[in-house]
C-alpha cells in the first residue's frame, strides 16, 4: 500500500520552530520529488516548496525562503520539513506529496501522486 504520513504538527510560539516530518510507506522516497504545501484556514492550499530527486529546492512562497529548509532521510525513507522563526501567518494544515522526478516552477502540485492527510502547525502566542 502506498502511503505518505506526516507528522510533526502543533502548537508553537510566534519565532520558535518545528520540523515535520512525511514517511512514505509502499516506495521509496529517494526516487520521487517530494512537495511541501499548506492550507490556511479559509484559504486554498498552496505550494510551500519541492525537492527534486537532483535534490535541488523549488521555493513557491518567497515567504518562507531563509525560514523553511527540506532534507531527506533515505534510511528512514522520510522527508523533513525544517520550519524556523515561524509567524502567525504560517498556521496552516500542512501536507507532503510525491510523484515525478522534478518540480514545476509555476506548477506546484503537477506530477505530484501521492498525498497524505495534513498535520495541523498553528503558530500563536
Known amino acids: 500500500q502506498l502511503q505518505l504520513v506526516e507528522y510533526g504538527g502543533g502548537l508553537v510560539q510566534p519565532g520558535g520552530s518545528l520540523r515535520l516530518s512525511c514517511k512514505a510507506s509502499g516506495f521509496p522516497l529517494e526516487n520521487v520529488a517530494i512537495g511541501w504545501f499548506r492550507q490556511a484556514p479559509g484559504k486554498g492550499r498552496e505550494g510551500v516548496l519541492c525537492n527534486s530527486v537532483t535534490n535541488s529546492v523549488t521555493y513557491y512562497s518567497d515567504s518562507v525562503k531563509g525560514r523553511f529548509t527540506v532534507s531527506r532521510d533515505n534510511a528512514e525513507n522520510t522527508v523533513h520539513l525544517q520550519m524556523n522563526t515561524l509567524k502567525a501567518e504560517d498556521t496552516a494544515v500542512y501536507y507532503c506529496?510525491?510523484?515525478?522526478?522534478?518540480?514545476?516552477?509555476?506548477?506546484?502540485?503537477?506530477?505530484?501522486?501521492?498525498w497524505g492527510n495534513g498535520t495541523l502547525v498553528t503558530v500563536s502566542s
Open positions: 506529496a510525491a510523484g515525478g522526478y522534478v518540480c514545476y516552477e509555476h506548477r506546484p502540485e503537477y506530477g505530484m501522486e501521492y
